[in-house]
């Protein structure tokens, strides 16, 4: 089952959402449930009494005293929700400043293109398959003083290499040894993994920011190198399924 949040203020327009993502479901032969929000507010009151986990959000951004760029921080304070393909559907293009650090899956204008509607959600929809088949990533193994030390691949945020020196950051640790990261990024799902600078290998998954500079990971900005910019440019637009610039 993959939970979807409707949230705007026009009925109608969440209503025609509604009905839409329904038929792709059916069509996919994937089971949806949907909430609907018709306010900001209702849906950030929402978000701070429950523990609900929403794996699509479809975000109105005109709404009001709290729009959806207030909402959609909401969403990403909680961090169970941090991994939410987070959609805004508005007939406003002028926010992506204010968006973008958000993570935003992608932009659907109103009035919606029905064609354009159920690609973008057809993408979604099998990004968050494809998430819950990175959370069942086999172990990455290094050596260390002549043993085989084993980590959950879906645990690794990023690695950096200093002086010979291989440094893996995950959720909960972080790891030492010697090696190459040229060997290294050949062990790793290149839809996943992606290397950004000579000296910095990324996991898309754990990335809360990115611009044509830089990453950012857990606070943690990390550059861009001006060589790998269209090759990252073009790993996470695949990754993401973008079709807008922020890039």
């Known amino acids: 089952m993959i939970q979807v949040a409707i949230c705007d ?3 109608a327009i969440t209503g025609y959402a509604e009905s839409l993502i329904f038929k792709l479901g059916q069509s996919l032969r994937q089971k949806l449930e949907v909430t609907v929000f018709f306010s900001g507010k209702e849906f950030c009151d929402y978000l701070s ?21 207030d909402a959609g921080r909401k969403l990403r304070e909680n961090v169970g929700n941090d991994q939410t393909l987070l959609i805004y559907i508005s007939s406003y293009n002028n926010y992506y400043k204010d968006i973008i650090d958000l ?14 509607f159920n690609m973008k959600l057809k993408k979604a929809i099998e990004r968050v398959n494809y998430q819950r088949q990175f959370a069942q990533l086999p172990d990455f193994s290094f050596q260390k003083n002549g043993r085989d030390i084993f980590i959950p691949l879906k645990s690794i945020k990023y ?13 909960t640790s972080t790891y ?46 990390l550059p861009i190198s001006d060589a790998k910019r269209d090759a990252v440019k073009i790993a996470y637009k695949n990754y993401r399924g973008l079709d807008y610039g922020l890039l």
């Open 9 to 11: 203020d026009d009925v």
């Open 49 to 69: 009494k429950t523990n609900d986990i929403f794996n699509i959000v479809l975000m109105d951004i005109e709404m009001g005293s709290i729009t959806g760029v």
């Open 103 to 116: 993570n935003v899956f992608c932009f659907v204008p109103k009035p919606f293109n029905v064609d354009e």
């Open 159 to 171: 690695f950096e290499s200093k002086k010979r020196i291989i440094y893996i950051y995950t959720t």
């Open 176 to 221: 030492t040894y010697y090696g190459s990261l040229n060997t290294e990024e050949k062990k790793l799902p290149k839809d996943i993994f992606c290397r950004i600078h000579r000296s910095y290998l990324i996991c898309f998954a754990y990335m809360t920011s990115i611009t044509a500079q830089s990453v950012t990971i857990s606070d943690i900005t």
